[in-house]
């Protein structure tokens, strides 16, 4: 796990986990800031980029709807201004 300046967000875990069809991945940004999602299979592959774009300042709940997705592991990593944090989470 990569841990973040903790002055630039705060990541927590998506729920539910394990996901069925859908999940949330909470965020708090400290400031505005242009936030990058990307969602990565077991294999290291980039298979979906959530979300891309500039967020203000705060809390942010993203779903995340995974019902196009088979059962397995994945990774979701978030990127605040070029700081990364990586999260793993179980696709059933």
Avoid at 20 to 36: E, G, M, R
Avoid at 50 to 64: A, F, T, V
Wanted: hydrophobic share 35%; charged share 30%.
């Amino acid at each position: 796990e990569i841990v973040s300046d903790t002055k630039t967000f705060e990541l927590k875990q998506n729920y539910p986990n394990p996901i069925l069809q859908k999940t949330t991945i909470p965020l708090n940004i400290k400031y505005d800031a242009f936030v990058k999602i990307e969602i990565f299979d077991v294999k290291g592959r980039n298979i979906q980029q959530l979300l891309d774009k500039r967020l203000n300042k705060g809390e942010h709940l993203i779903e995340w709807n995974t019902s196009d997705l088979s059962s397995g592991l994945y990774l979701y990593k978030v990127t605040v201004d070029g700081v990364s944090e990586i999260r793993k989470c179980m696709k059933l």
